[in-house]
C-alpha cells in the first residue's frame, strides 16, 4: 500500500486502544499476550522487540481460555517470527488476543498490539528523516499513531513531540490548509505511522458565555439538534433574506460607544460568502442591518463587509468596490475583530413608524469573473438593492455557505462560523441593547434553485458572529415564524422549521413600515442583478431626513413649526391692530 492512499483517512473512528509494552522473559512452554478489538475490519499492529524466534498467533478472545488450558483453538493468523519488528495484520470485526510463544527456551519479549482502521497507516523505514504532504479541505480533528521500537520525532501544523513504544498516540487539531508531515529519528527506524484526520463539527455553544448577553433571534449553523446531539446539514445559495415584523421595540444602552445612540438597536442579517479562485479560497462576513434610534423612531440601513479568510486579515483600498468606503475598527467590546479595516455604506437616516415590516436580502454571484454582493430589501415594487459591491478578485464560484465543518482560528478559540443570522443586538461598534420592549416575528430563509423561499431546516435562539448583543429578549416558536418578546431567553432551544415560505414581497407590500419611510436612500450602483425599484419620498420629507441626520428629530421639527406658526399668529394680530390705529387716526 502506497504511503500517499493511508495516511489521510477521513471520516474514519479513532485508533483503538494500546496495550501497555512490557519487557518479559518467557520460559519455554509459557507465553504472553494482549487483547484487541473492534465492531469493524481493522488491522492488527504489533510492535516486537525479541531476542530469539516467537510464534506470533492470533485467535478469536472467545478462545482464549481453551488455549490457556491447552485447548485446541482455530487461529485467525500463525507465524514464526525470527526478528524484531513491526507486524500489520488484516482481520475481521471481532475481539482477539494476540499471542506471543518462544519457540527455542527462554526469550526476552517486549512487545505492544492495538487495532487500526483497515487501511489507516503503512509501515516505513525512517532513514533519519522522513516527509509527506497533504491537504485538507475541513478543520479536522487529528489523531497521530507511531508505532516504533524507538523515539520518532513528529512536526506538523505547528505541533511537534516525540511518540514510540511508551507513547504512541498524539490527538490535536488542523485547519483547512497544506500540510507536511516531518519525521526524524536518531537512526534508522521501521515504524507503523498513521493519521486519522476526522472533519471537526463547530459546536456553537462551547464559545458562547450565555452569562453575559448576546445577539438573540434565529441563526443557522447547519446543524439539527437531535436528542441532544448536533447532525449537520450543509447549504449552498446565492441569495438568503430575512423577514420581520416589529410591532413594538425600545431599547437602551447607558454607555453606548461613539456615534451610536443610548436608544439604539439593530436587526442584523448576516451571512458568509464563500469564493473560490484559481488562487484558493476567500471567505466575508456581509452583513444588512437595519439600526434605529427607538427615542426619536429613527432609522437608517447599512451594510458591512469583513474579511473572513483564514488569517483574519483586514481589508485594504483596492480590494473592494460600491457606494460605501472602508473604515477602520477600534470597537472595544467584544471586539474579536478589533483594529481590522472593514467596508461600509449606509443611507441617510429617516424616520419610522410601527409596525415596522423589514425583509432584507443578500445576493451573490460572479459578474465578469469577479464575486459581488448585493444588499437589499423588499418594497412593494420588489427588492430594492441600495448597494452593490465587486470583490476584486478572480473567481470561479461564489456563493453564501452555511456549515458546520467550517471555523477560522478555532484552536485559538478565536471561533467565526460558516452561519446565517436574523438578530437583535445593540446599535453597531459592539453596543448593547437592553430592550425595555419588544415584540416580533421573525423568519430566515434562503432561496433554492428554483428561487423559491425555503425556510432554514433549524434554528438557534443566538447569533455568535456579531459582536453586538441583546438583552431582556427571549425567542419563542410562533408556527412557521419565531417570536421575539422580552424575558429570559433560552439559548438551548431550537426550533424545526421547514417547508416553503409565503410571499414575502406581499406581506411587505401590504406593512406600513419600511416602505413608506420617509427617507431618501443615496443613488445605488450599478445593479448586477437587474430589478432595482426604489421608494424615494420628496418635499418636506427629504427635508426632514435631512435634518435628522444632523440629530434634529422631527419632534424638534414640529415644535419649531408650532412656535413659528405662533409668532405669525401675533404679528398678524400686531399689524391688524395697528392698521386700525392707522385708519382711526
Not at 446565492?238 to 423577514?243: E, L, R, T, V
Request: hydrophobic share 35%; net charge negative; aromatic share 14%.
Amino acid at each position: 500500500m502506497r504511503f500517499s492512499t493511508f495516511l489521510i483517512y477521513a471520516l474514519a473512528s479513532l485508533f483503538f486502544a494500546v496495550s501497555v509494552p512490557m519487557a518479559l522473559r518467557v520460559g519455554s512452554g509459557s507465553f504472553t499476550w494482549a487483547n484487541v478489538s473492534s465492531p469493524s475490519p481493522y488491522d492488527i499492529i504489533t510492535a516486537l522487540n525479541i531476542s530469539g524466534p516467537v510464534k506470533l498467533e492470533i485467535i478469536p478472545a472467545s478462545q482464549f481460555y481453551s488455549y490457556e488450558n491447552g485447548g485446541s483453538v482455530s487461529p485467525v493468523y500463525s507465524e514464526i517470527v525470527g526478528s524484531s519488528g513491526i507486524y500489520d495484520i488484516p482481520s475481521n470485526a471481532g475481539s482477539y488476543s494476540v499471542i506471543l510463544t518462544p519457540e527455542n527456551g527462554a526469550v526476552r519479549i517486549v512487545f505492544y498490539a492495538f487495532g487500526a482502521p483497515r487501511g489507516a497507516g503503512k509501515i516505513i523505514y525512517i532513514n533519519n528523516t522522513y516527509s509527506y504532504s497533504f491537504s485538507l479541505s475541513n478543520y479536522s480533528e487529528a489523531n497521530l499513531t507511531i508505532a516504533s521500537l524507538g523515539k520518532v520525532g513528529f512536526e506538523v501544523g505547528g505541533y511537534s513531540g516525540t511518540l514510540g513504544m511508551t507513547n504512541t498516540t498524539m490527538l490535536f487539531y488542523l485547519d483547512r490548509s497544506n500540510y507536511t508531515l516531518k519525521l526524524s529519528t536518531q537512526s534508522g527506524e521501521e515504524a507503523y505511522v498513521g493519521l486519522l484526520t476526522t472533519p471537526a463539527l463547530v459546536d456553537p455553544f462551547s464559545t458562547q458565555n450565555f452569562s453575559e448577553p448576546y445577539p438573540a433571534g434565529m441563526a443557522s449553523y447547519g446543524l439539527y439538534n437531535v436528542s441532544g446531539t448536533l447532525v449537520p446539514y450543509t447549504v449552498k445559495t446565492d441569495m438568503i433574506g430575512g423577514y420581520a415584523n416589529i410591532t413594538s421595540i425600545s431599547a437602551y444602552d447607558p454607555s453606548p460607544p461613539p456615534g451610536t445612540s443610548e436608544y439604539g438597536a439593530s436587526l442584523q442579517l448576516n451571512a458568509v460568502l464563500h469564493i473560490v479562485s484559481p488562487h484558493g479560497t476567500y471567505d466575508y462576513w456581509l452583513q444588512n442591518v437595519l439600526d434605529v434610534d427607538t427615542e426619536n423612531h429613527s432609522y437608517y440601513i447599512a451594510d458591512n463587509i469583513w474579511n473572513y479568510t483564514y488569517e483574519n486579515n483586514g481589508l485594504y483600498n483596492g480590494s473592494l468596490s460600491g457606494n460605501g468606503m472602508l473604515y477602520n475598527n477600534n470597537m472595544t467590546a467584544g471586539g474579536k475583530l478589533s483594529g481590522r479595516n472593514f467596508y461600509g455604506y449606509g443611507t441617510e437616516t429617516g424616520n419610522y413608524r410601527l409596525p415596522i415590516k423589514f425583509a432584507p436580502v443578500i445576493r451573490v454571484g460572479i459578474k465578469e469573473g469577479r464575486p459581488y454582493a448585493a444588499f437589499g430589501y423588499y418594497t412593494p415594487e420588489g427588492i430594492y438593492y441600495y448597494d452593490n459591491v465587486t470583490i476584486n478578485v478572480s473567481a470561479e464560484s461564489a456563493y453564501l455557505l452555511v456549515t458546520p465543518y467550517y471555523g477560522t482560528n478555532l484552536k485559538n478559540n478565536n471561533l467565526n462560523y460558516y452561519d446565517a443570522e436574523f438578530v437583535f443586538g445593540g446599535e453597531g461598534e459592539g453596543a448593547y441593547a437592553y430592550f425595555n420592549s419588544i415584540a416580533a416575528n421573525l423568519s430566515l430563509y434562503y432561496y433554492n434553485s428554483t428561487e423559491a423561499k425555503v425556510a432554514f431546516p433549524s434554528v438557534f435562539t443566538f447569533g455568535s458572529d456579531t459582536a453586538e448583543d441583546a438583552g431582556n429578549v427571549s425567542i419563542s416558536r410562533y408556527g412557521s415564524f419565531v417570536h421575539a418578546s422580552t424575558g429570559r431567553n433560552n439559548p438551548v432551544s431550537d426550533f424545526i422549521l421547514s417547508g416553503m415560505l409565503p410571499d414575502i414581497a406581499s406581506k411587505v407590500g401590504n406593512s406600513t413600515g419600511l416602505e413608506t419611510l420617509n427617507a431618501t436612500l443615496f443613488p445605488a450602483a450599478t445593479n448586477p442583478i437587474g430589478n432595482i425599484n426604489s421608494n424615494i419620498t420628496s418635499g418636506i420629507s427629504n427635508f426632514l431626513g435631512l435634518l435628522n441626520s444632523y440629530g434634529i428629530s422631527r419632534s424638534d421639527v414640529l415644535f419649531i413649526l408650532e412656535l413659528l406658526i405662533a409668532l405669525l399668529f401675533l404679528f398678524i394680530i400686531y399689524e391688524l391692530i395697528r392698521r386700525f390705529a392707522e385708519k382711526k387716526n
